[in-house]
């Protein structure tokens, strides 16, 4: 069992930073490759960014080079920051993982990016 609680989000004026944490529960958490998600109104869910348990990342081409997905596992908490905000990453973000082929998701946290 894996449990994902994201916090960090808010109200940003665009150009912008954040940073969003995802504290996970479970002694696997080390193991296993997380990612972040978003999803803006009226639009389907779209990956942001993954990193694997080694640290090697992947980003979605509309946040490359402004976000950055990273991890502490001696914290069991995996981060994202994201920098150079523009209004349309106005999204309710989800911290997401795989274990043993089910998916486990956080509640979302919202940011909102507008002046």
């Known amino acids: 069992q894996v449990q994902l609680v994201e916090s960090g989000g808010g109200l940003v004026q665009p150009g912008g930073s954040l940073r969003l944490s995802c504290a996970a529960s479970g002694s696997i958490f080390n193991f296993i490759p997380m990612n972040w998600y978003r999803q803006a109104p009226g639009k389907e869910r779209e990956l942001v960014a993954t990193?694997?348990?080694?640290?090697?990342?992947n980003y979605a081409d509309s946040v490359k080079a402004r976000f950055i997905i990273s991890r502490d596992n001696a914290k069991n908490t995996v981060y994202l920051q994201m920098n150079s905000l523009k209004p349309e990453d106005t999204a309710v973000y989800y911290c997401?993982?795989?274990?043993?082929?089910?998916?486990?998701w956080g509640e979302g946290t919202l940011v909102t990016v507008s002046s």
């Open positions: 997401s993982a795989r274990y043993q082929y089910v998916d486990y």
């Open positions: 990193i694997t348990s080694g640290g090697r990342t």
